[in-house]
């Protein structure tokens, strides 16, 4: 088993559609929680920096994590067509001084 | 966040060559650096962490007389892909440690 699971997609969905992405993992130290938005062939730029389980809302997006199932989503309302990307989770045990830990990431198209 | 720059961001180049790939962290000083690589809709995967002024070290599989990494100033890591083939051909990415979230732009290999 990988240590963090991500549904690659591709999703597709209308203009002005909620968004449900998710990740699951089964490392149970994993404390911090990322999310991701990678354009093609551009770095990953961070979207959301969550810390143990909770919701964390910035705009948009809100990020959750559910620690007890090791779960964690990321929901962007009203889509543009600009959200097309890939979204990749990522998570690690400390904050700062530690690599990360990514999953595949899921392509996302937002349909006009 | 944090200012990494990489270059360059993309290049191409014949089987058995060399390529030189830097990162630099434009407003802050970077001990230490991860770079990760990322092969088309794959995720990103830690293939070494370099260390300034000292040695490399390198994720399992990951063949540390093919990826040479230097570091030899806080704000300079670079990373020698030699002898290229094209099952080198990837997405490379760094990200200093200080600030584990953010990552440069990528450079894009491509091994014909």
């Known amino acids: 088993q990988k240590e963090v699971e991500q549904d690659p997609g591709p999703l597709s969905v209308p203009e002005g559609a909620i968004v449900s992405l998710n990740c699951t993992y089964s490392?149970?130290?994993?404390?911090?929680f990322m999310w991701y938005r990678q354009y093609s062939r551009k770095g990953p730029e961070l979207l959301m920096y969550?810390?143990?389980?909770g919701n964390k809302e910035d705009g948009r997006f809100t990020a959750q994590v559910d620690k007890s199932s090791k779960y964690i989503s990321l929901f962007i309302r009203d889509s543009q067509p600009s959200d097309s990307a890939t979204y990749l989770c990522?998570?690690?045990?400390?904050?700062?001084?530690?690599?990360?830990?990514f999953g595949k990431g899921t392509r996302l198209s937002v349909i006009a | 966040g944090a200012v990494v720059s990489q270059h360059p961001s993309w290049v191409i180049c014949k089987s058995g060559t060399s390529v030189k790939i830097e990162c630099r962290s434009l407003?802050?000083?970077?001990?230490?650096m991860f770079w990760y690589r990322q092969f088309p809709k794959q995720s990103l995967m830690l293939m070494a962490t370099?260390?300034?002024?000292?040695?490399?070290?390198?994720e399992q599989g990951v063949e540390k007389d093919k990826f040479l990494i230097n570091h030899a100033s806080l704000t300079l890591s670079t990373l020698t892909v030699t002898s290229a083939h094209p099952e080198d051909s990837s997405f490379y990415i760094c990200?200093?440690?200080?600030?584990?979230?953010?990552f440069g732009p990528g450079t894009r290999l491509l091994v014909l």
């Open positions: 969550t810390y143990s389980s």
């Open positions: 407003d802050f000083q970077a001990t230490t």
């Open positions: 490392n149970s130290a994993f404390q911090y």
């Open positions: 990522a998570m690690s045990r400390y904050s700062g001084n530690t690599p990360l830990v």
């Open positions: 370099s260390n300034e002024g000292s040695k490399a070290t390198y």
């Open positions: 990200s200093p440690q200080e600030e584990t979230q953010y």
